[in-house]
Nanobody, 129 residues
């Protein structure tokens, strides 16, 4: 049984920071590419960041480059999304997801929700004054 559980969301003022965590169970994290996605009301689910199973390849949507950092702690079977300099437009439900697929395309050309096989329940991030 595969399971991902996000935590760390909440309400933060513009310019603030949050660190989202995604704890994995039922599988070993280091064998999977991991993506963070977000979905705001009325919008399609958007890929935010991705890291390959090797950790060599990472990708970020342009709107978060320089502000967000994806990482993982394999010993804890957990991935993180450090979010700095948060903006109101970052407000969304954030999901982590995993795929057994490999290769650069997983985090680039093929970085889309259908490619990812296991999903967390999401955690709400609200950036507001």
């Amino acid at each position: 049984q595969l399971q991902l559980v996000e935590s760390g969301g909440g309400l933060v003022q513009p310019g603030g920071s949050l660190r989202l965590s995604c704890a994995a169970s039922g599988f070993t994290l280091r064998y999977y590419a991991i993506g963070w996605f977000r979905q705001a009301p009325g919008k399609e689910r958007e890929g935010v960041s991705c890291i390959s199973s090797s950790g060599i390849i990472t990708n970020y949507v342009d709107s978060v480059k320089g502000r967000f950092t994806i990482s993982r702690d394999n010993a804890k079977n957990t991935i993180y999304l450090q979010m700095n300099s948060l903006k109101p437009e970052d407000t969304a439900i954030y999901f982590c997801a995993a795929t057994q697929k490999s290769g650069r395309a997983v985090c680039y050309e093929n970085f889309h929700p259908p490619v990812f096989e296991s999903w967390g329940q999401g955690t709400q991030v609200t950036v507001s004054s």
